[in-house]
């Protein structure tokens, strides 16, 4: 029994003779999880639970048919692919931004640096408003893209520019501090042993990173669901078009109908449970191919 | 030691007691003189010229001194901060439909509040007109203008503001009577509007902005008194106001919100506010402010001749039959207004 209580690298997660939990050299475990549940459970759980008591008189018969009224159906299939699709262009951009920052030194690095948490410190309010006015047709942006054709400002793709806007940070300060550990001598390592740049980047450099895009991506996509303030001022809210899902749960709530809004929080809450699930999966299966954390 | 350290304890809790207490009693000693009007987005600058009139009439017949709170915002918005438990005293709204909403569901008011006051209980009313860039380069003059293909309309979402509701409702009153009441023709009339409208902003103020600062749309469908001061603010050089011969006529209501008077003993003052807004004096300030007033001889005749004599339909007419029917058939959920955006399927 001793013997084993002793073992140092026993894996997380296992039961423990005498005991649920892993035996810790700092004491306070108990007063530290209560407060860990207590505080969670106001914060978290019970907001969430009111949330599903109150769809839940709808029934699931119900929910199911509000997610499938035309409207809504189609306000999902907007938020939901565009979230998508923004967190995919922020991962990739996010990647780059966070190379250039941690890996080069230059004039004006730190300021940039800080640049990246705007996004998180702007009322999204404002930020809906600056970027509605600088990409609508007469904006700064949005007069250079007219002659083009291209109208962002009041059409799906104002939708994708608001939310690339505030998931951004969330994938560059994942990123950074991994790349900020990874040791620049493996690359080296990999040129001086013959490889070219892009077998070094794709074997050597990226590998490492994934489990930190994943994250990032999980956060920028989960932000991005969520958000009302800079998407309204910028989307159009033309129904079947350009209608975001939290809009339509403000319009239900317009219409005093409180159990439709709340059905539709609850489907998008499932929506968005089911793909942080499925992203936390792939997390931690390419954490164990990888062994890299 | 350990008597000290539970003393010490012991005293910090009763100071923090102290300073919560404190905190409560001076915010609601500072309350116990307020009054809360809660009100929609374009009638800001009216309440911000009557509050303190009426501060000072309160103040010369009872020496109280009294302030009065401003809430803003979308008429059906305000009107579920009231519901959910916001403290109104007065409640001031676009259109009966959002106070009726309050009494049905918090019954704070009595479901007759609207023959307490003279009038459907609107002290003022106004109207819904059109705002075009000035000489009006797409020639418009009327609701059939603003079907022509080509022409972008900026109006707000029905759904969501009240000022949108009486825009839909104009456009729907000239073409029933265009169309004499064949319904089929007005929907298709109302659905050809709506496709001419590329933004549909949340409120009455946004789609003022996207109208007159982000330069979209070829009109913009507007309150009367939020026209006068939209072309005032961003320039009588760059907009000009377009009154067509048929419009409807918007009635915002106003009435005391009882259950919040009664606990907060404030009824006495609310209704004093309330039927201040009907004097003379009040009167004159409301016409000086673009909408139009009840009391017609106690306005300034120069704020009186801005506004043009129009043929002006009201939610009571039989093609609307009143704003309980026109909530359900119109802006209800699978109403009228849902039906336009339906995809043909």
């Known amino acids: ?293 | 030691m350990t008597v000290s350290f539970r003393f010490a304890r012991l005293r910090d809790l009763v100071l923090v007691v102290l300073a919560f207490g404190f905190v409560v009693w001076l915010t609601l000693g500072a309350h116990a003189a307020d009054l809360l009007n809660v009100s929609y987005d374009p009638t800001r600058e009216l309440y911000k010229a009557l509050n303190p009139v009426f501060a000072q009439k309160w103040k010369a017949e009872t020496g109280e001194d009294i302030t009065i709170k401003q809430s803003h915002g979308g008429s059906g918005k305000q009107a579920r901060s009231v519901i959910d438990g916001l403290d109104a005293d007065v409640v001031t709204l676009a259109l009966a439909a959002d106070i009726d909403a309050i009494a049905e569901i918090s019954k704070k008011i009595p479901a007759n509040w609207q023959s307490r006051l003279p009038h459907n209980s609107a002290p003022y009313t106004s109207t819904i007109v059109f705002v075009v860039k000035k000489g009006n380069p797409k020639g418009i003059k009327d609701w059939d203008d603003l079907i022509k293909p080509g022409v972008a309309v900026i109006t707000p979402n029905p759904k969501t503001s009240g000022g949108a509701r009486w825009n839909y409702l104009a456009a729907w009153a000239y073409a029933s009577h265009k169309f004499g009441g064949d319904e089929a023709k007005v929907r298709e009339f109302i659905t050809a509007l709506f496709k001419n409208v590329p933004v549909l902003d949340s409120g009455a103020r946004g789609a003022t902005v996207n109208f007159a600062e982000r330069d979209l749309g070829d009109v913009l469908i507007s309150w009367e008194n939020d026209a006068f001061l939209a072309v005032n603010e961003f320039g009588p050089d760059k907009f000009e106001i377009v009154v067509p011969p048929t419009s409807i006529l918007a009635e915002p209501p106003v009435s005391i919100v009882d259950g919040n008077v009664d606990a907060k003993g404030t009824r006495k003052v609310a209704e004093a506010y309330l039927s201040f807004l009907y004097t003379p004096q009040a009167q004159k300030i409301i016409a000086h402010n673009y909408y139009r007033p009840i009391d017609e001889a106690a306005a300034d005749p120069a704020d009186l001749a801005r506004f043009p004599k129009i043929k002006l339909v009201t939610i009571d007419d039989p093609i609307f039959g009143g704003w309980t029917k026109t909530q359900a058939t119109h802006f209800g959920d699978g109403g009228i207004f849902d039906q336009i955006y339906k995809p043909k399927s």
Request: cysteine-free; proline content about 6%.
């Open chain 1, 1 to 293: 029994m001793a013997s084993t209580l002793a073992a140092p690298a026993a894996p997380a997660g296992r039961l423990f003779p005498g005991g649920l939990v892993k035996p810790s050299a700092l004491p306070g475990f108990g007063p530290a999880l209560g407060y860990t549940l207590a505080y969670l459970g106001l914060i978290v759980l019970i907001p969430l639970g009111a949330l599903a008591l109150r769809a839940s008189g709808l029934g699931l018969s119900g929910i199911w048919a509000i997610a499938r009224d035309g409207q809504v159906a189609a306000a999902l299939k907007i938020t939901f692919g565009i979230s998508l699709a923004a967190a995919l262009v922020n991962v990739v951009f996010g990647l780059i931004v966070a190379w250039v920052l941690t890996r080069y030194d230059f004039p004006g690095r730190r300021l940039l640096d800080a640049a990246v948490d705007l996004p998180f410190a702007l009322p999204t309010a404002v930020a809906g408003i600056a970027l509605s006015s600088l990409y609508a047709g007469n904006g700064w942006v949005g007069s250079l893209l007219a002659p083009f054709g291209i109208k962002v400002a009041y059409t799906p793709l104002g939708i994708a520019v608001a939310l690339v806007f505030i998931g951004l940070p969330f994938v560059v300060r994942t990123i950074q501090p991994v790349l900020a550990d990874l040791d620049s001598e493996v690359e080296e390592a990999s040129a001086s042993l013959g490889a070219d740049r892009l077998t070094t980047v794709g074997r050597v450099v990226l590998p490492p990173l994934i489990p930190a895009a994943l994250t990032g991506f999980a956060l920028a996509f989960a932000r991005a669901v969520g958000e009302y303030g800079s998407v309204i001022f910028i989307a159009g809210n033309i129904p079947y078009v350009s209608e975001i899902a939290p809009l339509v749960i403000v319009q239900k709530l317009e219409e005093n109908n409180y159990a439709a809004a709340t059905a539709i929080a609850v489907i998008m809450l499932l929506i968005s449970f089911a793909m942080l699930l499925l992203i936390n999966l792939v997390q931690a299966w390419s954490r164990r191919r990888s062994g890299h954390v």
